[in-house]
């Protein structure tokens, strides 16, 4: 279905601005397609509504062109690639690899707007001009072919199918493959069987393979996805793309599996009179660490009996800033970590917000006291709305996904279980990568400060 610039625009703000869901939209539409749907809403996010101005002359550079084709070439998906050129469909990069695939670099050319309807003559002597062009241009890939194939036609036997091969993909990136292919005398079958074959031999990932390896399984344990593997190896220099490192895992069977959901801790009572106002109101945006924390608890359960884990999490660097387990959730434990949050922080918590449940122990008057002597300005979320404190629940839904599904079993009792926090923390705080920053918490909070 072929819909309009101005109705692509007029789709993004039914999804962005008057939130509705894709498949409403798609059917608002005549069923648009909602994988397109959601590229030229990500299209819009991006670049804004400026990139759908019919009016804008549309100039794209033969260097431009290289760039975006050696990206997906390199592993990147043709969508990403075209998202970040801010093309309005992303067969246009399609276009330019297929012809970049067929006929070579030489064959990459700039593209400008059309500049009018053209004169016989002028139209005449411009396929004259072209057809000398190509001309000049099959001669020039005529004597590189001869000069690099001289050697080998002092062989008896002459030069196989697969040197010829061999010589037409070194000559590629200066002339067009049907050029060099005619010269060479040679089917685009044949050349292109020689060549397949020569990839399956040549794994040029294997060393990346063998690190994705080391990243997954020994520096974090099976707890990462894709993405955070991906910014390890830009960190180490290694050249490829997102979707390439996907592939890579999912053929490894690195990818994880989806979990059920577990049964939240509640440790409300009711309205104590204690309750604060929820001064946060779902803003978690910050502009560098301790401005913004949370905190709540939650429940693992063994054979010997629940466990209980109450930390404090930096909204800005993800920084597990303080914690305390045990089991139970009683009212010293959560003293105990304010205490701590005073010893490695010190001053620096001073004016920071924090938000929490109306969980008893945040309506507790020795937790508020606290918060006062540390200058913490305390924030409680609304009853039942734990979107309130999302970061913090996001905190405790990663955890238990990288340290708990499908170990359950492995913690005998619970001082095995606190003895695997200790180090999960210790591994969240020091090695595991925010993707956002792509550092870690701590190395994060070390750089801004």
């Known amino acids: 279905m072929k819909i309009t610039l101005k109705e692509k625009i007029e789709m993004c703000e039914e999804h962005i601005l008057k939130g509705k869901s894709l498949s409403h939209v798609s059917e608002m539409y005549d069923g648009y397609d909602i994988g397109n749907l959601k590229y030229i809403i990500n299209l819009y996010k991006k670049h804004g509504k400026k990139v759908f101005d019919h009016n804008k002359i549309k100039t794209y550079k033969r260097d431009t062109k290289l760039l975006a084709i050696a990206r997906v070439e390199n592993g990147e998906s043709i969508r990403s690639v075209a998202l970040d050129l801010g093309l309005t469909d992303p067969t246009i990069l399609g276009d330019w690899l297929k012809l970049y695939r067929t006929k070579g670099e030489a064959a990459v050319k700039d593209t400008y707007s059309r500049k009018g309807y053209l004169t016989k003559d002028k139209r005449a002597k411009a396929i004259v001009d072209q057809t000398l062009l ?74 990346i ?176 709305n734990c979107l309130d404190n999302s970061p913090t629940e996001n905190f405790f839904g990663r955890m238990k996904v990288e340290m708990w599904y499908g170990h359950e079993k492995e913690y005998k009792s619970p001082k095995a279980l606190i003895k695997a926090y200790d180090e999960y923390i210790n591994y969240y705080n020091n090695t595991r990568l925010v993707t956002k920053h792509k550092m870690s918490p701590i190395e994060y909070r070390n750089y801004m400060i």
């Open 134 to 207: 190509e001309e000049n241009e099959r001669l020039k890939a005529e004597i590189e072919y001869l000069k690099k194939s001289r050697s080998l036609t002092k062989k008896l036997e002459g030069v196989t199918s697969k040197e010829k091969a061999e010589i037409v993909t070194s000559l590629r990136t200066k002339f067009k493959l049907s050029d060099l292919l005619e010269v060479a005398q040679m089917a685009s079958s044949v050349y292109y069987y020689h060549t397949s074959e020569y990839k399956k031999k040549a794994n040029k990932y294997k060393d």
């Open 209 to 384: 393979e063998k690190e994705i390896d080391y990243l997954y399984l020994k520096k974090h344990k099976k707890r990462i996805g894709y993405h955070r593997v991906y910014i390890e190896l830009k960190k180490m220099n290694y050249v490829i793309g997102k979707n390439k490192v996907l592939e890579i895992m999912r053929h490894k069977g690195y990818t994880k599996k989806k979990v059920k959901k577990w049964r939240k801790y509640n440790s409300y009572a009711g309205d104590l009179g204690f309750t604060k106002p929820n001064q946060m109101n779902q803003d978690f945006s910050t502009l560098k660490p301790y401005q913004k924390a949370g905190t709540d608890i939650t429940m693992f359960r063994t054979e010997r009996g629940p466990v209980y884990l109450s930390p404090i999490i930096d909204f800005d660097s993800r920084e597990v800033l303080s914690y305390v387990a045990g089991t139970n959730a009683k009212m010293d434990k959560i003293t105990k970590m304010l205490e701590l949050l005073k010893k490695h922080h010190s001053n620096r918590v001073k004016g920071m917000m924090i938000q929490s449940d109306q969980g008893i122990q945040y309506q507790n008057s020795r937790y508020q006291t606290k918060l006062e002597e540390l200058g913490i300005i305390q924030s409680m979320s609304r009853k039942g």
